[in-house]
């Protein structure tokens, strides 16, 4: 059993920058992959960023590519989201997910590929 704790999320005026963390229960928790995704009201979850379990292979959507950074601390069983240049439209619950047998070679970005999530944590942008 793997818990997942999200906390960082609040309200922003847009332009302006959020660093989301989760925290994850478990002692194999550098062999996961880990994934933060989104879902506003009245659509469905999507992916946002997705982190290997050895840190060195990262993929973004395409709608935060540039604006947000996934990052990993091993010794913390922690991962990051920092999230920079917010926009109104980045309104959502952002969960973050663990996925315990990553592929060996990239990251996952679907949600059938990950087995924990956690509860979300709310980010609204305000215009």
């Known amino acids: 059993q793997v818990q997942l704790v999200e906390s960082g999320g609040g309200l922003v005026q847009a332009g302006g920058s959020l660093r989301l963390s989760c925290a994850a229960s478990g002692r194999s928790f550098s062999s996961y992959a880990m994934g933060w995704f989104r879902q506003a009201p009245g659509k469905e979850r999507e992916f946002v960023a997705g982190?290997?379990?050895?840190?060195?292979?990262?993929y973004y959507a395409d709608s935060v590519k540039g604006r947000f950074t996934i990052s990993r601390d091993n010794a913390k069983n922690t991962v990051y989201l920092q999230m920079n240049s917010l926009k109104p439209e980045d309104t959502a619950v952002y969960y973050c997910?663990?996925?315990?047998?990553?592929?060996?070679?990239?990251?996952?970005?679907?949600?059938?590929?990950?087995?924990?999530w956690g509860q979300g944590t709310q980010v609204t942008v305000s215009s």
């Open positions: 997910a663990a996925d315990l047998n990553p592929p060996r070679i990239g990251v996952p970005r679907m949600r059938w590929q990950y087995d924990y």
């Open positions: 982190i290997s379990w050895s840190g060195g292979n990262i």
